[in-house]
């Protein structure tokens, strides 16, 4: 059975970090975070092609969030620097088995975590 466990999630000030873990319990084409604020749409902000370890970011966070993995862990992490209070949310790891689809089309991942909640503080 494949799962998706994250951790990492937390309440921190504006301007500090938190780093995120996603274990996996297989290998994946793709991995991604993914994150839902209330009332807004599920947004992808940060993608890995495992194969290529080319990375993918939304605008909003590049250079500030960082996609990087340990194999030997077979973990993602998402490493999250100058938190800002729009950067709030439930936090969602999610894995694709093949390709095909955009970067952040959420159909394109096949497999979810059960989300983890980050709040900032100003």
């Known amino acids: 059975q494949v799962q998706l466990v994250e951790s990492g999630g937390g309440s921190v000030q504006a301007g500090g970090s938190l780093r995120l873990s996603c274990t996996t319990s297989?290998?994946?084409?793709?991995v991604a975070w993914f994150r839902q604020a209330p009332g807004k749409e599920r947004e992808g902000v940060a993608a890995?092609?495992?194969?290529?370890?080319?990375?993918y970011y939304a605008d909003s966070v590049k250079d500030r969030f960082f996609i990087y993995r340990n194999n030997a862990e077979n973990t993602v992490y998402l490493q999250m620097n100058s938190l800002q209070s729009e950067d709030a949310a439930i936090y969602y790891c999610a894995a694709a088995n093949q390709y095909g689809r955009a970067w952040f089309n959420p159909l394109g991942y096949q497999y979810w975590g059960q989300g983890t909640q980050v709040t900032v503080s100003s």
């Open positions: 297989g290998y994946f084409y793709r």
């Open positions: 890995l092609n495992t194969n290529s370890g080319y990375t």
